[in-house]
T-cell receptor, first 113, second 115 residues
Framework: GAVVSQHPSWVICKSGTSVKIECRSLDFQATTMFWYRQFPKQSLMLMATSNEGSKATYEQGVEKDKFLINHASLTLSTLTVTSAHPEDSSFYIC?????????FGPGTRLTVL | AQSVTQPDIHITVSEGASLELRCNYSYGATPYLFWYVQSPGQGLQLLLKYFSGDTLVQGIKGFEAEFKRSQSSFNLRKPSVHWSDAAEYFCAVGASTGTASKLTFGTGTRLQVTL
């Protein structure tokens, strides 16, 4: 099946700094990618839909100025957590749909100290 | 709005026993249904999907699921569980197979396998 990668796989940062997470579709083009957040032992919560060449669409309650999304090309979307705080610590997962199926990246564990 | 319910938060089965994980969905039109598995600290891996046609679908790792429209269900089954099947299982529904179509996930069922 299709492969989606994420980088980094884990990151620890100080409160107040910004962190960028990359999501790449390795063997297919994705005009749309999705960013999820997952708290421990909980389900995935959709944060936003990333659209190549246009602005992302954010879900209700997600701060667009806090979570900046850029879909620079058909194979790359980035999520930047700006001025991160401890409550932003979470597992962030991206996905891209190919042939009707959503393929997921391996996730990025963010810990904000 | 579409929604997914996984009634069982946690299930424990013995290795070699059969397994059934329940999933009920709510959606007004024809649903596109998926089962994913997540190992700790990992992303999600697709087990199987239902788009149309035969209501009994086969997936990877010996899993199967049956779509029952009358019951709005898409239960996941495996005849004989292996210890390596211990993981979190998520049922999801999508409005279409389009690339921009969002998935809605259930809350997940954690499977524990005893030896």
């Amino acid at each position: 099946g299709a492969v989606v990668s994420q980088h980094p796989s884990w990151v620890i940062c100080k409160s107040g700094t910004s962190v960028k997470i990359e999501c790449r579709s390795l063997d297919f083009q994705a005009t749309t990618m999705f960013w999820y957040r997952q708290f421990p032992k909980q389900s995935l919560m959709l944060m936003a839909t990333s659209n190549e060449g246009s602005k992302a669409t954010y879900e209700q309650g997600v701060e667009k100025d806090k979570f900046l999304i850029n879909h620079a090309s058909l194979t790359l979307s980035t999520l930047t957590v700006t001025s991160a705080h401890p409550e932003d610590s979470s597992f962030y997962i991206c996905s891209a749909r190919g042939a009707g199926v959503a393929f997921f990246g391996p996730g990025t564990r963010l810990t904000v100290l | 709005a579409q929604s997914v319910t996984q009634p069982d938060i946690h299930i424990t089965v013995s290795e070699g026993a059969s397994l059934e994980l329940r999933c009920n969905y709510s959606y007004g039109a024809t649903p596109y249904l998926f089962w994913y598995v997540q190992s700790p600290g990992q992303g999600l891996q697709l087990l199987l999907k239902y788009f149309s046609g035969d209501t009994l679908v086969q997936g990877i790792k010996g899993f199967e699921a049956e779509f029952k429209r009358s019951q709005s269900s898409f239960n996941l089954r495996k005849p004989s569980v292996h210890w390596s099947d211990a993981a979190e299982y998520f049922c999801a529904v999508g409005a279409s197979t389009g690339t921009a179509s969002k998935l809605t996930f259930g809350t997940g069922t954690r499977l524990q396998v005893t030896l």
